[in-house]
């Protein structure tokens, strides 16, 4: 228990304060209990221990030479990012910052990454790099947040029913724009359509206008690509860079996404509008952008934000930025601005000390003494600094009113303003004392649920002890919204006390147990006068629970990830279930659809068979209940919505009750052939308008393989009762695992052999577009890691032309449907993350992904006993065209045949005619006598 409590408090205390109010808590009759923006519902989730996905989405567009030409959004962005890594020292919970730019198109540039400080000079080196990234075409908001949400979707995917805190810090220096291509070379740049209008020709002013709408309407529908966002639980971040009057019209539709509405009067953005979506910042130089970014910079909770004037000659305290410090808020960190050339700054201890913070040399710290107290400080730019303050160990000096103030020596800004954001890390945090005392059955009531305060090392803390004061409200929020207040307003004489739960007509599933904390600090006097304390904003914390059913009756999962789909959607995927009783899924049921794509028509998900009482699923020990996901149509987007199954004890269907799950499943349009063929045709009919020919040379040219540093590992693997197996024991990557580089040409090459397996770089039908790699291997099948993971048959896998940090799942036909083996393609300098990333992607996927090979290979199955039959000579080598291979001696002993292929496809290192003994990752074929144990890939058969 107390580790769980520590949890929570290193989670939550390394963060400032929040900066929005919680709603008022409401009864259940009442209308739903909701944080009042999804950015509250964020950060309560981070504290509540959640892990944390942040994106950068940056514009490229080439008018930032004009709005940025000092590259003030990478510097904002590194102080954001040092800002962040702070907040993850010493806390236990990851927050993982992801970066990508955008014009028209999408890009990443850095793939997620757990930031600490250790990782911190990696991240801030990418981010420079933006400062070269000013050269992109257009300003494409769709494109753009369609990437960031299949970013985020598989982000969190990988975690499953775990819960994920997920943002997007979306910045732009212009509105939704789209251009004209003009020319042939525009076209191959750039693309003569967009997915959301696959039959617009952006090769006309009125067409590109035109896009422009389209966009804007698929974005704002409902149910358009912004709901989409906000019910798969991503908050936004919207900052938009004018010039030095910036034009605040010019970012209304910004707002619209980020906020649900353009502001007073403004028109509304998508339907899922309550809670508020997110934040929108505008900014017009290095100062405001530098203050927009703090406020994001602790994801746990918002700072205090103060408006002054500017002393005139000497430091006054009536324009002074003022707060209270006492032993419960041991850190502060405050942002500071204003709006006048030539100033000073300086800061006022509770003993009326004052203490100058000279300017110096920008963007370098320094470092005083105040007693036994701490000050960083930083100027910024000219006009910005930012001050770090940490009590002592024995707390001297530190209790009491702090002053910050900005003064101007010439007099001249008697009219001008000064901001500060304020952090003040409080280390107290409410706690639900007796979780695991108070299980959550629906139709119970709890007698004693519990809640009080724990300090930052997650022990108990009297509330009677604070010299100031403190209010805790408890609220029980479930699946539908609604929520059940537990207790309101506690204060610190009552924390502790028992309170009861009512659990009659509650829903079954996931829900939070949300806890909201108000201090204030305690008051002081200041040259014999009576300061109050400061009001702290409240510290909340969300704690995922589960309502269960009574002990009789299944559990089922809380959410089903159906994957992505490109095409018509058939998508298939399993939900957990515990316990016994019996499941089914009415037929003819109605998706509760919440965000979708617009073109999809109907859908529907089934449970096989499962319709009724009398064809459910009995289970008896849990299993996981196969769904199955089918549209009508194809489209572009995400469809999040919620099933409703019956549950209910075995043999008692009168006693069946619903229970709603969530669903949602990505979906993507494949290129339209027949209209490609068409055009094709046309244009080859009518003559030279569009040099096909030169596109495809030029496509060609391109299409490679690229030559950086290839590592690659083949693993026999099996699926049993849904869980991947490697060698018999559940799957996971060894220290010897992508131990081998895979020589590539430096210039890159248009085909490779790893293992016997045939990778080919291909240009595709469209002479627009990237290319791809085709992996191919006699009488075998395989599926890919990389969307859409296969050919139209669904049994021939294919790559994205970097074809590293990667996987293969492959399967020899007519053998053991449960078995297969999965090939590893990784940077031959893979870090220690993006390896631990890679297994834990296999693990979820590949059982999944093969039932869906199993279903396109209809072919019959040998007996297991000839599992792993390999065909023409099992897997092969790494082989290539020039030089012998590593591991081959003059007795042609075991080891790795002719080596690497790249170039022309060559014949197989391992498996022919070559007596090399069996290579590594080879199954023996059907003449041969296969290993008595758990097959060793690097070791001689039967090891």
Known sequence: MKRILSLLAATALALPVAGVLAAPAQAAD?????????????????????ATDMLLLVDESASLGDRDPANARVTAAEYLVKQLAGFTDGAESTLNVSISVFANEYRNVKDWTALTPATLPDLQGSIASLKSMTKGMETDYWTALDGARRDLAAKAATRGDAPSCQAVVWFTDGGLNFEPRTTDAAKKAFGSNKSFAPDLELTTRKNTIEAGKLAAEDICRAGGLADQLRSSKVAMFGIGLGGATPEEAEFNFMKSVATGTAGKGGTECGKLTTPIPGEFHLASGIDSLLMAFDGISSPGRSPLVQTSGICQIDFCEDQAHRFVLDATTPQVRVLATADADGITASMVNPDGKQ?????????KETKLADGQNTILYTWLSEKTLTVSMKSGSSGKGWSGLWQLGFTDPAGTSKDKVSKSSVHISGNLLPVWLNPDETPLHVGDTVPNAQFGLVDQNGDAVDATSLLGTAQLTATLVDSQGKGTVIVRELDKNSLGTAASMDLKDLPVGPAQMRLSLTLTTAPTTFKGKDVPGTVLEPAMVSVPVTLTPPADFPVLGSRVDFGQAEGVPNLNAKLAASGSGCVWLPDGQELKVVASPSDIGGSAITLGEAKSAESCISITSGADLPLTFKAEHAGNGSINGTI?????????PAKAMAVEVAFTASLAKPLNTTNFILALVVALILGPGIPLLLLYGAKWLVAKIPGSSLSAELIPITVAYGQLERDGGPFALRPTDLVQLVPMEPGGTRSLSIFGVDFKARTGLSPLGTGYVSVESPNRVGISSAYPGADSTGTQARLPL????????????????????????????????????????????????????????????LEPALAGAGGDGGFGGFSQNTGQGFGQDANQQQGFGQGFASGPAQQQGFGQDQSWGTPPGRVPGPEETPPAGPYNPWGPPGA
Not at 644 to 652: K, L
Not at 814 to 829: E, F, I, K
């Open 355 to 363: 203490i100058q913070l000279p300017r110096g040399e920008l963007n």
């Open 30 to 50: 009442e209308s739903p209990v909701r944080p009042v923006t999804m950015v509250d519902d964020f950060r309560a989730c981070i504290a509540g221990g959640g």
């Open 802 to 861: 970097a074809i590293h940090n990667h996987w293969v799942l492959l399967r020899d036909r007519g053998t053991d449907p449960q078995a297969g083996y999965v090939l590893l393609l990784a940077n031959g300098d893979i870090s220690a993350a993006r390896r631990q990333a890679l297994e834990d992607d296999i693990k979820r996927r590949l059982p999944e992904m093969l039932g869906r090979l199993n279903e396109a290979a209809t072919e019959p199955v």
């Open 644 to 652: 409703t199954m019956m549950i209910a004890p075995d043999g008692e």
